[in-house]
């Protein structure tokens, strides 16, 4: 039930000009390829016009982060029973410690080491002497002291690769040392221009030293068998995302890497299908599948009634009739609940206006979402996504929607304020601003420490979290009484 609007192009493209002539000459070039409209091209085809992962202007407050995020802080950190080392100075490991909400079930410190942070803490001397010799004394440390890892990553910081490090003699060495998996990730901060290649150098990871490395394990595979591919369990978001497809009868044997083991990965070329929630962060391991054991692998959205159902109708057209008549009887199971969340929000929600922007996945992703309660999204971007995810936001959101690529933070507080939107959805570092701008914010990363939004039941928390930004009193107080016109 998507709504029908468009949005105002050509006070869009006003508003475009008005930011880049803020910015001197050079910089205002480079800036307008990153801003846009969606329209239609010549050929019917609709398009963001924007060009994306590209290197950041110097000096604007970009909202991204580096590789070493993408790669530790988003695909490798959730898996649960490895020991995940930030190798290098302090900082990296310190501020990504515990800040992303991949949810996991464990006891953390004996079976599970999510919620730690494991650092090399490199001094001086290790930058100017190598770090190599202490990896290998850690490696032995972190196995007698948490004997119970699966294995051991090593994510590199910044410096690795700056002083020609070798870790990958350390983790061949030292893999067989204490017979684990040790999985070494060139992904310092300073390589490619965003979170981006992160996740695509943590992929290749999976691919050479999980995959390749080879695995013991017995498993007796099944028909219904399929991977759930990028889905980081945000305040829980795989678990009803795996409910739902449990209870159209597929067995998920996997869960990427939102609470997944070392094994659940190791076993994932066994599958019959892999189904991939964030395209932009895991679609190169999906690839690879594909070509090396003939796997095919499906885009679905869990966000909103309209995207659920549409992708569980997807997913079930690539197994037989039990699996496509069980999903409508899950559809229809879940109708009661979507019918009352939209009579309880919808009524305090609709109309309103939203402009969203987060990483490489939930700007287009959630969209559907808003509009499942009557919301329309005026504006939407991506820290790091690339053209191919503008293809598919361009099918997503309606005509004349604002388009921002790797926004600065002045670019982004004029929208807001030209727009005046009645909700902002983006991340921490926007958050308060906007909230002191007026302006209702939840964060799309973090759900604002709320969720899980994914499947039926996300919806429902969804809807209220969005209805509880919005209609809070705190906005009716802004303006001192004495003040008052
Ligand atoms: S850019 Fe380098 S120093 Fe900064 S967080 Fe990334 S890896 Fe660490």
Redesign the pocket.
Known sequence: MSLEYTNDTAANQALIKEVLDQYPEKSAKKRARHLGTVKTEENGTPTCGVKSNIKSVPGVMTVR?????GAKGVVWGPVKDMVHISH??I??GQ?SWSQRRNYFTGTVGIDSFVTMQVTSDFQERDIVFGGDKNLEVMIDELDGLFPLNNGISVLS??PIGLIGDDIEAVAKKKAKDIGKKVVPVRC???RGVSQSLGHHIANDAIRDWVFEKGTEEEWATGPYDVNLIADYNIGGDAWPSRKLLEEIGLRVIGSWSGDATLAEIERAPKAKLNLIHCYRSMNYICRHMEEKYGMPWIEYNFFGPTQIAASLRKIAAAFDETIQKKAEEVIAKYQPLVDAVTARFKPRLDGKTVMLYVGGLRPRHTATAYEDLGMKIVGSGYEFAHNDDYQRTATYLKEGTLIYDDVSEFELEKFIEQLRPDLVGSGIKEKYSTQKMGVPFRQMHSWDYSGPYHGYDGFAIFARDMDMAINAPVWGKLKAPWKAA
């Not at 982060?65 to 995020?69: D, F, H, K, S, V």
């Open positions: 982060g580096c590789a070493y995020a290098g100075p900082g990296c501020y910081e910044c310092e901060g300073f």
